[in-house]
């Protein structure tokens, strides 16, 4: 959202490019007084103020070539010095949370599964669901976080809940019995919540890593339990984890764009200047 600053930068262009329209003079002169300003905009760092007078320019003055020639020239120019400061803001972005990431890498381990490997808190790397009642966090290789419940009670369970003593609560998904992600094995009832069936389970248990939580197994009956604690540190853990994992994959896949759309400013800017030199 536009704070209250840019609104009126806009409102001033906005007026800039009235005023010209306006004025008694020809449209080449508009169409070169606009040119003028922004490229002053450019000069004093306004690019996107630059970029709004260029295409008032174009959409208003599609006749006058020379200028909108030379407007050619300009927008990439504004266009590279707003890659920059984007590339700079994201190598920033980047380098906090890769420290970060590599902090909590240490509390992490990855397991190597037939199907698809998958990431859990270290202590539950050579755990299995079924060896003991709750909730297993674990992260895809791409970054979704997802729950596992367990119980060995025949709960005919669907869906679980975690509650503080205030009576703050989070609510998985319903998931149906259907042999697969809501299954028995080995004695246990086991359901697989994906990130958008838990999420908020994730959520309040990362803001309250150290509470006691109740969890319960809701289904044909119900069963409560004390979430153990090392259970919920891990939920907080991974959930935490899962985040800084999918921020790492935006940011450098925002910085690979960048990187590109600084080439091809810069390429349109060389051949631009070439361009302009031979007309002259």
């Given at each position: 959202?536009c704070n209250?600053?840019?609104?009126?930068?806009?409102?001033?262009?906005?007026?800039?490019?009235?005023?010209?329209?306006?004025?008694?003079?020809?449209?080449?002169?508009?169409?070169?007084?606009?040119?003028?300003?922004?490229?002053?905009?450019?000069?004093?760092?306004?690019?996107?103020?630059?970029?709004?007078?260029?295409?008032?320019?174009?959409?208003?003055?599609?006749?006058?070539?020379?200028?909108?020639?030379?407007?050619?020239?300009?927008?990439?120019?504004?266009?590279?010095?707003?890659?920059?400061?984007?590339?700079?803001?994201?190598?920033?972005?980047?380098?906090?949370?890769?420290?970060?990431?590599?902090?909590?890498?240490?509390?992490?381990?990855?397991?190597?599964?037939?199907?698809?490997?998958?990431?859990?808190?270290?202590?539950?790397?050579?755990?299995?669901?079924?060896?003991?009642?709750?909730?297993?966090?674990?992260?895809?290789?791409?970054?979704?976080?997802?729950?596992?419940?367990?119980?060995?009670?025949?709960?005919?369970?669907?869906?679980?809940?975690?509650?503080?003593?205030?009576?703050?609560?989070?609510q998985?998904?319903?998931?149906?019995?259907?042999?697969?992600?809501?299954?028995?094995?080995?004695?246990?009832?086991?359901?697989?919540?994906?990130?958008?069936?838990?999420?908020?389970?994730?959520?309040?248990?990362?803001?309250?890593?150290?509470a006691?939580?109740?969890?319960?197994?809701?289904?044909?009956?119900?069963?409560?339990?004390?979430?153990?604690?090392?259970?919920?540190?891990?939920?907080?853990?991974?959930?935490?984890?899962?985040?800084?994992?999918?921020?790492?994959?935006?940011?450098q896949?925002?910085?690979?764009?960048?990187?590109?759309?600084?080439?091809?400013?810069?390429?349109?800017?060389?051949?631009?200047?070439?361009?302009?030199?031979?007309?002259?």
């Amino acid at each position: 959202m536009c704070n209250v600053a840019t609104k009126l930068k806009f409102i001033v262009i906005a007026s800039i490019v009235c005023n010209f329209m306006t004025s008694c003079s020809s449209d080449r002169e508009k169409a070169e007084g606009l040119y003028k300003q922004a490229e002053a905009f450019v000069n004093e760092g306004n690019n996107e103020h630059a970029l709004v007078l260029l295409d008032s320019i174009d959409h208003t003055y599609p006749g006058e070539v020379d200028v909108r020639r030379e407007g050619m020239h300009l927008r990439p120019m504004a266009i590279e010095k707003i890659t920059l400061a984007e590339l700079s803001h994201t190598d920033s972005l980047l380098a906090v949370y890769s420290l970060k990431s590599d902090s909590i890498g240490k509390f992490i381990a990855k397991v190597d599964n037939p199907i698809e490997p998958y990431f859990v808190a270290a202590e539950f790397k050579d755990k299995s669901p079924v060896s003991a009642p709750g909730l297993y966090a674990r992260i895809t290789p791409d970054g979704q976080f997802y729950i596992l419940s367990s119980i060995n009670k025949p709960v005919n369970s669907t869906s679980v809940t975690i509650s503080l003593p205030d009576g703050t609560s989070a609510q998985s998904a319903i998931v149906p019995h259907d042999g697969e992600r809501n299954d028995k094995q080995g004695g246990a009832e086991i359901i697989t919540f994906m990130q958008a069936e838990c999420d908020t389970i994730g959520v309040l248990a990362t803001k309250n890593p150290s509470a006691k939580f109740m969890l319960v197994f809701n289904g044909g009956k119900q069963y409560s339990m004390p979430l153990p604690d090392n259970q919920l540190k891990a939920l907080a853990t991974m959930y935490e984890a899962a985040s800084l994992f999918r921020n790492l994959k935006v940011l450098q896949i925002r910085k690979t764009h960048l990187e590109k759309q600084l080439e091809l400013s810069r390429s349109q800017i060389a051949r631009t200047f070439n361009d302009k030199n031979q007309d002259n």
